[in-house]
C-alpha cells in the first residue's frame, strides 16, 4: 500500500527564494560584473583579478538558489508545520543566541592581537574550533580536522594559487 495521499507537496517559499536567488547569480554574472568591475587586460593569474572573487560569490548564491529550489520540490523532505515553543522556550533560545552572539564579538579582540602575534594562520585554526564550538558542533574529531584543514587550506590558496602573501608568523618558514 502507498502512503502517499496525493501529490507530493511544493515548498512554495523556498521554491521562490530559489529561483530569486539563481536570477540575483545570474544577474551579478553576467550585467553587474561586466559592467561593475574594471578588469585590466592582462592578469597573471586569475585569482588576482578583480572580477574573480565577485564570479565566485555571484556563483555561490546561484547554486545556493538552484538547491534550494530543487529542495523545494523533492518529495518527503519537509513537514507540514513546525512545533511552536512556549513562551519561556522561546525566551530561553533568544537569550542563548544574544550570549553566544555577544561572546563571538568580545572574542574577536584577543584574535586581532594573537593574529599581530602569531600570523594568521595559527590564531584562525583556534579561532575556526571556538567558533564552531559556539555554534554547537561538539565531535572532537570533526572539530579537530576542520579547524586544521579550513584555515589552512585557504592560506595555502591565497599564498600559491592567489600568489597574496599573508603573515605566517613562526610558520613563515614552511610556506
Do not use: C
Request: hydrophobic share 55%.
Amino acid at each position: 500500500m502507498n502512503d502517499n495521499h496525493g501529490p507530493p507537496r511544493i515548498n512554495p517559499t523556498n521554491l521562490f527564494t530559489g529561483i530569486a536567488l539563481v536570477m540575483i547569480g545570474l544577474f551579478i554574472w553576467f550585467w553587474l560584473i561586466p559592467n561593475g568591475v574594471r578588469i585590466p587586460s592582462r592578469v597573471p593569474n586569475p585569482a588576482l583579478s578583480p572580477a574573480f572573487w565577485p564570479q565566485i560569490i555571484a556563483l555561490i548564491i546561484g547554486l545556493s538558489g538552484a538547491w534550494m529550489a530543487l529542495e523545494s520540490v523533492i518529495p518527503g523532505k519537509h513537514t507540514q508545520g513546525t512545533p511552536v515553543a512556549d513562551d519561556d522556550d522561546a525566551l530561553r533560545w533568544e537569550r542563548a543566541g544574544a550570549l553566544r552572539l555577544g561572546v563571538a564579538i568580545i572574542l574577536l579582540l584577543p584574535y586581532y592581537l594573537a593574529v599581530r602575534e602569531f600570523g594568521l594562520l595559527l590564531p584562525s585554526i583556534v579561532a575556526f574550533i571556538i567558533y564552531s564550538l559556539l555554534a554547537g558542533e561538539r565531535r572532537l574529531l570533526t572539530l579537530l580536522v576542520l579547524g586544521i584543514a579550513v584555515p589552512t587550506i585557504i592560506t595555502v590558496f591565497f599564498i600559491k594559487a592567489a600568489s597574496i602573501l599573508i603573515p605566517l608568523g613562526p610558520l613563515d618558514a614552511m610556506f
